[in-house]
């Protein structure tokens, strides 16, 4: 199995990237990239390359593409951030021209909160965008693609979601020594009010995996 991530030799995304991958001779490859961004141009530009990178030696080796992505990214009323409509692009790219692969699709992990303080800060404070999202924790999400992978779950799209709703700011205010002052940052527009009443929420027939936050921030503490 090889897992394609934004290591040194991925990050640009060169031209050898697919023969260095076939060169592995790998039976599945899963596709992890990411880039942090809310620029829709940037966003589609480098996840519809990775896909094509990934799908490309997929092909050529005869691998099983299984692509991470997030829940409810494709939803029309979140298109307006960026980075979600360079997801529904890479999700398109990955099952064009009929191509076989596996899409498994998450909410946010329990990492954001700590991520999005680092990514939001200026100087003392880090902007807390408003969300309500179920996050979930990464170990859960990483055993399911290992069943993806392994071929022990075989839907062409696979989605899991944490087991409590509950906002990114109380998410970030249960943090420990964040190191930095959260300050509330209310999203204007369509986006913003989907983002705020629910739209990355599970609907009712996903699965849900894993401990829930609260629990999984204790268990890190010891």
Known sequence: MTRMSRSSGFDVLADEAAGRLVSERPDVIVEATGRFTTSRRRATDFFTRSTAVVGAAAERSGARHVLLSILNCTRPEVQGYGYFAGKTAQERAAVADGRDATIVRSTQWFEFAAQNLERMRVGPVAFVPGMTIAPVALAAVATVIAEVATGHRTEPVVEVAGPESMSL???????????????????????????RDGALLPEPEVEVVGPAFREWLAAARR
């Open 169 to 195: 700011w109380a998410m970030t205010t249960a943090l420990p020594h964040p190191g930095v002052a959260p300050v509330p940052l209310p999203i204007p527009g369509r986006t913003g009010r989907a983002f």
